[in-house]
């Protein structure tokens, strides 16, 4: 009788496992698929290796000393700011400290802002961070933006729009909720 639980037991498993990459594989191809596009950075770092190198040739040793401001965007704190910004196709998202107190979408050539989300976090929450009030960014995959919040919650935002689209998340000094 064990033997054929044990057994049940490890078919059960092989297949929860199969169905959960099944599932990750989904979301990993579209963000494989935005880091391939050598005009965006869709990933901290990059690429998967974190090199921090951008294929592009327009900007050489030669002309780097030409390079003159476009545009600049306050990100509304003076407080740490350790986001690092990500660009899929045309737009740059970025988050700013304070839990974060804004998401920006901006145009990534002209500067221009298309929305700005204000996630309404807690203030009591404050109290319980660590290390300050920082983000550590946004991160994309399939289609969609997503932000940690110093509350303990993960907010999924339509890329294309100032959208929340929901996800559940935890309060630090409840414990994890659903």
């Known amino acids: 009788m064990k033997l054929r639980s044990g057994i049940f037991f490890a078919g059960v498993s092989l297949v929860a496992i199969v169905m959960a990459g099944i599932g990750a594989s989904k979301a990993n191809d579209s963000v ?27 900007i050489n040793s030669e002309n780097a000393g030409k390079l003159q401001l476009v545009y600049s965007l306050s990100l509304a704190s003076l407080r740490s700011n350790e986001s690092s910004p990500v660009v899929i196709g045309k737009t740059l998202y970025v988050s700013t400290s304070w839990g974060p107190k804004y998401v920006y979408a901006i145009d990534a050539a002209t500067g221009v802002r298309k929305w700005t989300y204000e996630p309404d976090i807690p203030e009591d929450v404050l109290q319980y961070a660590c290390c300050d009030v920082n983000s550590r960014g946004v991160s994309y995959a399939d ?36």
């Open 32 to 58: 494989a698929q935005a880091v391939s596009d050598p005009n965006g950075w869709a990933i901290a770092g990059h690429d998967y290796g974190n090199t921090r190198f951008s294929p592009l040739k327009q």
């Open 143 to 178: 289609g969609k933006i997503f932000v940690g919040r110093l509350d303990g919650k993960l907010e999924r935002l339509d890329r294309d729009r100032q959208a929340a689209l929901g996800l559940g998340g935890c309060r630090l000094q409840a414990g994890l909720q659903s």
